[in-house]
């Protein structure tokens, strides 16, 4: 192992919980390249998690019914209900995978396996731990939605005022969010934002945390989390400049007022071109959110391939956030109900990506 190995295995530590013996060897294998690991029967998996476990990765049959009622009844207890599990599926069949899903999956890995695609959602599921204590975390936390709220605060405040919006106020927040989301959780990220009185920066919020989790989770480079950090937080930047009766309406908008929202998107991208500095493809997200595949969004009336990556998703963390969000005339949705209803969705999203993204909507929860 070379020195980088080594000093890269000390910050994380997993546990292997197998109920297939030698099977489990070769993944126990490759998971030494970047983590401790304690490879351990199902039924010892001890009452609560050790300080420094970063997650768990489960071999079990999962068409066994007492090896999952057994798992089941170990994982059951609070101190686990945060803890990361990513499970080893031994084909591609569809009982497995709902299996893996109702067991609390926040990922799944399968067999033959592939070291580096495996490796790549190990470092995405479970983040580094080693000197990164619990204060550590809310201090990373809290400076992550202070930076997102300096920008809200810039763009609904500020930028109707007169106050020049620049690229670089979007960066200088970046970093600080990808780290709190990375180092505390999606979770802790939304209880926070979601206390903010203020609908509209509240919505956004979630948007960014949707938007962050779901790139860490795919462990995408760090400039593209970046990417969609900033497509995030800039995604709504048109509402600025409707009339505040209507964004904060306590019931559902009239015919009249729903089309004086549906100008934001334009809006806001005459707002930014005219400024200048900004990527094009932030301006594309800006006026493009609201398009779906089967050409039935607006402003334009995009279809299939006229749609970019990056505004697909966006629209997807949006639609997703909007709806487990509470809203002044209804309650929000649960997370599976808001899941199913994108599904049924069908040829409107991208429903591959949206099925990428169900671990980090469940895994949430």
Known sequence: MTALAEKTSTKRRLLLASDRGDQSSELAGILRSVSQVDTIPTSEIPDAPAHDLSGIVVDINLRS???VQLFRNKLRAEAYREMPRLFVLADALHHGSMQAWALGATDTIARPFDAQGILQRIRAAFPDSEGFDETDRGKALNRGVEAAHAVMVKIFEKLPAGVPLHFNDIV????KIL??????????????????????????LFVTGFAVAFAQHLGMREDDQRRLARAALLHDVGKAFIPVAILDKPGELTEAEMAEMREHPRRGFEALARQGGFPPEMLDVVL????????????????????????????????????????????????????????????????????????????YY
């Open 288 to 363: 493009h959110h609201h398009e779906f595949l089967d050409g039935s969004g607006y402003p334009d009336g995009l279809r299939g391939k006229e749609i970019s990556d990056i505004v697909r998703l966006t629209t997807m963390v949006d639609i997703y956030a909007a709806m487990v969000e509470k809203r002044p005339y209804r309650l929000q949705f649960t997370h599976a109900r808001a899941f199913s209803m994108m599904e049924e969705m069908g040829d409107k999203l991208d429903q591959h990506l949206l099925q990428a993204f169900r671990p980090v909507a469940f895994g």
């Open 179 to 204: 780290k709190a989301i990375k180092h505390s959780s999606l979770r802790e990220w939304l209880t926070t934002v979601g206390c903010h009185h203020t609908a509209t920066y509240r919505h956004c």
């Open 65 to 67: 019914p007492e090896s």
């Open 172 to 175: 200088a927040a970046e970093t």
